[in-house]
């Protein structure tokens, strides 16, 4: 049934020439938009979406496809380019639909300190904890959903604290991330050590496992990641950074994307999506750049485009350096930035966190403060004062199981814990304060 499903999908979708070689510019894009930015009735248009989805079949199919691939995905450099291409297809499945549908992308960084309070969680959008003996999701765009696979059981959710979560992973640690990694394997394995994580493991439940795209949290938790994996490409000198361990050896652009009969990607290799904007990925972020107007590696120069910067930046963002900062909060990222800036003061190891903020020339940090602290800055209450004056929480260490599920070094991933911590230690104790 699968494999009839795919090859109908494979003819009637234009997002097929993703597994083209030669790219296509995308004309039309769409922009995916913070959780938190929704209202209640776009919100209602996602429930619609999702509910026609599952009865489909389809929630039962991308479940039933993680699994498959879960080994050949994760602790691998396919992570990133398997979940952009993976939660694409869900997007594009929902949009046939509803056109207007796109997957928001959920910033856990926001709400780190005390994930649970999210207005993300709450009973008219994503839902909040599970509740009786089997931890069943009875709120939210989900409430009360019956899964099949792997076997027919309730919607899942069992925080990793009673009835709150453990802390999740700061802003700062994440925008450290993002500017010192200077491959992609290092940013995979960051990001997969802390903030996929900590996210899968606090929610609980169907989250927590192999079949993790039951729960809907994963495709917007996902478009997160892939957020910040845009961000860093942005912050490279290239789109097409690709290292690390491949299914046969080290990763290469032209490795064919993990796929399962269930949910097949067209033998589509690892190169066709990684430029935002091209080859079927057409969408962006609403606090990232845009896409670069042409695709790196192609020069044409006969339409005046200046071509001083196209090959290894994206195109104009809502922000001069949202690369710079894992936040998603214009604001707030502003003040991040010019607050680490005016701490590291003679500080190298402090530095070494943060070099491209430490290489900053002061002419870029007043552009940077002007435009994310200009338009949509505004005095904050006194409890948000308050809020500023707290030290940055340490992040929960993943549970023995999670790391023995996905086959990490768990050497490597105490070493990463470890190192948060020191950063997160000399952050406190120096004159930083979080603005998060």
């Known amino acids: 049934m699968y494999s009839i499903l795919f090859l109908a999908l494979l003819a009637l979708s234009p997002e097929s020439v993703l597994g083209q070689n030669s790219p296509q510019k995308c004309s039309e894009m769409r922009v995916r938009r913070s959780a938190h930015s929704l209202s209640p009735a776009e919100w209602d248009r996602i429930h619609s979406v999702v509910t026609e989805l599952r009865s489909q079949g389809h929630f039962d199919q991308f479940a039933r496809a993680h699994q498959a691939v879960f080994n050949d995905v994760h602790g691998k450099s396919a992570f990133f380019p398997f979940h952009r291409r993976f939660v694409l297809e869900f997007e594009n499945l929902g949009r046939r639909i509803d056109p207007q549908f796109t997957i928001p992308y959920w910033d856990t960084t926001r709400e780190y300190r005390n994930p649970a309070s999210s207005p993300v969680l709450r009973d008219n959008t994503l839902g909040g904890n599970g509740q009786g003996p089997d931890h069943c999701l009875q709120s939210g765009i989900q409430g009360g959903w019956e899964m099949n696979f792997p076997s027919g059981h309730c919607l899942r959710r069992n925080y990793n604290n009673g009835d709150s979560m453990n802390p ?207 338009a949509q800055y505004k005095c904050k209450s006194k409890n948000d004062q308050r809020k500023e004056a707290l030290p940055i929480e340490y992040p929960a260490p993943m549970n023995e199981a999670w790391v023995k599920m996905h086959g990490f070094d768990p050497v490597r991933v105490a070493a990463i814990h470890r190192e948060a911590c020191q950063l997160i230690d000399m952050l406190n104790n120096s004159t930083y304060v979080s603005p998060y």
């Open 168 to 374: 999740w992973i700061a802003p700062e640690v994440i925008s450290s991330y993002i500017q010192r990694d200077n491959n992609l394997d290092g940013f995979r394995e960051h990001i997969e050590f802390s903030i996929h994580g900590a996210t899968h493991l606090g929610l609980g439940g169907d989250a927590s496992t192999r079949y993790a795209p039951n729960d809907f949290f994963f495709h917007m938790h996902h478009a997160n990641i892939d957020r910040l994996w845009w961000q860093w490409q942005n912050n490279k000198d290239t789109m097409f950074d690709y290292n690390g361990p491949g299914q046969n050896g080290e990763a290469q652009l032209d490795d064919i994307i993990p796929q399962d009969r269930s949910l097949g990607f067209g033998n589509a290799p690892v190169s066709s999506v990684m430029v935002l904007g091209y080859n079927g990925v057409c969408y962006t972020y609403d606090s990232a750049p845009n896409p670069p107007s042409r695709y790196p590696g192609t020069r044409s120069g006969s339409d005046g485009e200046d071509d001083s910067n196209w090959a290894i930046r994206g195109g104009e963002p809502m922000s001069p350096l949202p690369m710079l900062s894992g936040s998603s909060i214009l604001a707030d990222r502003g003040l991040e930035i010019s607050r680490i800036r005016k701490a590291l003061g003679d500080n190298s190891e402090l530095k070494d966190f943060f070099p491209t903020i430490a290489n900053m020339t002061t002419s870029r940090l007043e552009t940077i403060l002007s435009t994310d602290r200009g």
